[in-house]
Structures are given as structure tokens and as C-alpha cells.
């Protein structure tokens, strides 16, 4: 058998290495890139979370958990004070508290990413800029479409319900979904940026405060007169408010349009903080 000599250059060549033609190669700064990078990293996201333990636990576990202990213990008296049922706005409320929560993690293992140099490597591969981003955010609006769905799930069970139906349900979806991703956004800038260890630490601490001065309980007129605008605004009791409106019926309008006003101001303020936190991290 005559052996055919194959050359170094020949040997590894895209066509033998099993590479897509060079016609079929796709620009960085395309489009395509651009969807193509995002999914990929969404996924890698995903799958991380979906891994960890403690992501699971915070994301669909402890939201459950929490649904159930707070109707057990404090159905009755809520709704002897307030005179309704609680579900309708302890359920909204824990979701949101949920879907804010996860971010929290989010930040912490997006610290992680940073120290160990990884946000670097990705920064030099072929990719489109924006993916890293971009699939970050694809993956927290899966997280808190999971954890608002099952929430809504054990809500279900212990009696609330969503008056509006299937139109109800994906507008609740939404107002969590643009309620959640702005604050992500929010706790992403301040990973990034912050050089203290321990911010991400401190918003979740927030977070859990914040549970006890909304809505959701009981009507800003139960809290003394100082505190009851500042409840009655905070951005958690407006999007409570505004699925409890769509939940049971009520006013939507105004509460609604505070949540956006919130939330845009959340994505106005941090999403230049949070892509330039990025590109610094990323060339660290």
C-alpha cells in the first residue's frame, strides 16, 4: 500500500477537522452572532443554575416553602384585619420577593465569574459583545418565569386564583418579568462595579426587609402615618398591587404605571453602570 503523503497545512484544514465551510462562518457583530452567542450562554447559564443546589433552593424551593408558611400562620389574622382573603396579595408578594431573590444569587455566582477570570475569557472569544449580556438576561427571564409560575402553583392550592384567566396569568407573567429583569440588571451593575464582596450580600438582606413593608400583608393605612407613603410606593407594593388587581379584580391602572415607572427608572439608571462594569471586569 503506497502511503499518501498529506501535508501540515492539509491535515488541519476546517474541512478535515469537521469546521462549517468558510462561506457559512458568521461575523462577530452580526445579528446572527448576536442570537446565536445569547442562547449559548443562556444555556450554559441555565444549566449551571440547574446544578447548583443552592440556586434550586432559592429559586423554586424556598418560594414554596415560604407561600405555605406564611398562610398557615398568618391567613387568619391578615384576613380578620383586612377583611379578604391574604392569598391574593402574600402570593404576589412572595413571587416578586422570589424572582428578586434569584437575582441576588445570580450576583453572587456572577462574582464568582469575575474573580475566576472566566468573564475575561469570554470577553476574547469570537463572539458578539452583547451575548454575554444579553444571554444573562434570557436566562433570569427563564429563572423568574419558573419561579412566578410555581408560586402561582402553591398559591393555587391554598385558594388564589386569577379572576382574568389565561390573559391574567401571562399579564402577571409580564409585570414579574419587567419587575424581576430590572432589578437583575440593578444587582449585575452592582457586582460588577462594587468592590466590596459582600453588596450583592446586603440587596438581598434588603430584599427580605422590604417583605415586611408592602402591601402585601395588610393596606399602607395599618402602618403609621410617617411610613405609609413609603409603602404605599415602594416599588414591591406597586407590582403587588397590580396583580392583586388583575387577580381578584380592583384598581390596575395606577399601580401599573408605577411599576413600569419604577422599573424603567431601574433599567435607565444601571444598564450603562452595567455594561461598562462588564467590559472593566471582562478585561481584568
Known amino acids: 500500500m503506497t502511503r499518501v503523503p498529506v501535508s501540515r497545512t492539509a491535515a488541519y484544514s476546517p474541512d478535515v477537522l469537521g469546521f462549517p465551510p468558510r ?29 447548583d443546589p443552592v440556586t434550586l433552593l432559592q429559586s423554586l424551593l424556598f418560594p414554596a416553602i415560604m407561600v405555605l408558611m406564611f398562610w398557615l400562620v398568618l391567613d387568619r389574622s391578615v384576613s380578620a384585619h383586612s377583611g379578604t382573603s391574604s392569598v391574593f396579595g402574600m402570593v404576589p408578594m412572595v413571587a416578586l420577593v422570589g424572582a428578586m431573590s434569584g ?11 469575575r474573580t475566576s477570570g472566566l468573564l475575561t475569557k469570554m470577553w476574547v472569544l469570537p463572539v458578539h459583545r ?4 444579553v444571554g444573562r438576561l434570557l436566562a433570569e427571564a427563564v429563572r423568574v418565569v419558573v419561579t412566578v409560575s410555581a408560586v402561582l402553583a402553591v398559591g393555587t392550592i ?11 396569568y401571562l399579564a402577571i407573567l409580564g409585570i414579574t ?19 466590596d464582596s459582600h453588596i450583592v450580600e446586603w440587596v438581598a438582606i434588603g430584599t427580605n426587609l422590604a417583605m415586611f413593608f408592602n402591601t402585601g400583608f395588610v393596606p399602607a393605612e395599618s402602618y403609621p402615618g410617617w411610613l405609609q407613603p413609603i409603602v404605599e410606593y415602594q416599588p414591591l407594593s406597586c407590582a403587588v398591587n397590580a396583580i392583586r388587581g388583575l387577580a381578584a379584580g380592583g384598581p390596575i391602572a395606577e399601580p401599573l404605571l408605577l411599576t ?5 427608572a431601574l433599567l435607565l439608571f444601571f444598564t450603562r453602570p452595567t455594561l461598562a462594569g462588564y467590559r472593566r471586569a471582562a478585561g481584568r
Open 177 to 195: 418579568l419587567v419587575f424581576g429583569l430590572s432589578f437583575s440588571i440593578m444587582v449585575t451593575a452592582l457586582a460588577l462595579l462594587s468592590r
Open 23 to 51: 462561506q457559512e462562518w458568521t461575523a462577530e457583530s452580526t445579528t446572527r452572532a448576536l442570537v446565536r452567542g445569547s442562547t449559548i450562554q443562556a444555556e450554559r447559564i441555565l444549566v449551571k443554575w440547574a446544578t
Open 260 to 264: 413600569v415607572a419604577w422599573s424603567a
Open 130 to 133: 452583547a451575548s454575554a449580556m
Open 103 to 113: 437575582a441576588s444569587i445570580s450576583g453572587l455566582g456572577l462574582r464568582r465569574e
Open 158 to 168: 391554598i385558594g388564589f386564583r386569577i379572576e382574568s384567566g389565561v390573559v391574567g
